[in-house]
């Protein structure tokens, strides 16, 4: 479980430092309402709740998207050295990484454009 300590701001600006109040949260299914937490499916991280993904959704998502980029980085690299080999590897992952993307984010942004 992934936790965020929160400060007790309830205290008065003279009282002493040893008195602070922390209390742990769950960062991926709390949301802070007026300094308290209630467990709902909502995370305190706003870009996940804007497209509406849990953090172990997205993190394997992002994880995913960052192996796709190694794997044209070292096709890019080894074309270099060697210009006979992976000619078209590197920008053929790149494209199949952007076109997943694209279909991803296309009906998020056809929301956003709806609600301005």
Request: hydrophobic share 35%.
């Amino acid at each position: 479980m992934i936790t965020v300590l929160l400060k007790n701001e309830n205290l008065e600006s003279n009282e002493n430092r040893d008195n602070v109040e922390y209390r742990s949260i769950n960062l991926i299914d709390a949301e802070i309402v007026n300094g308290s937490e209630k467990s709902v499916k909502k995370s305190v991280f706003k870009h996940l709740n804007k497209i509406n993904q849990t953090y172990f959704k997205h993190f394997y998502n992002s994880i995913g998207y960052c192996g796709k980029s190694i794997k044209a980085s070292f096709y890019f690299l080894c074309h270099a050295i060697c210009p006979d080999i992976f000619e078209f590897s590197g920008s053929d992952t790149i494209n199949e990484l952007s076109d997943v993307l694209k279909m991803k984010f296309k009906d998020m942004k056809n929301v956003k454009t709806e609600q301005v």
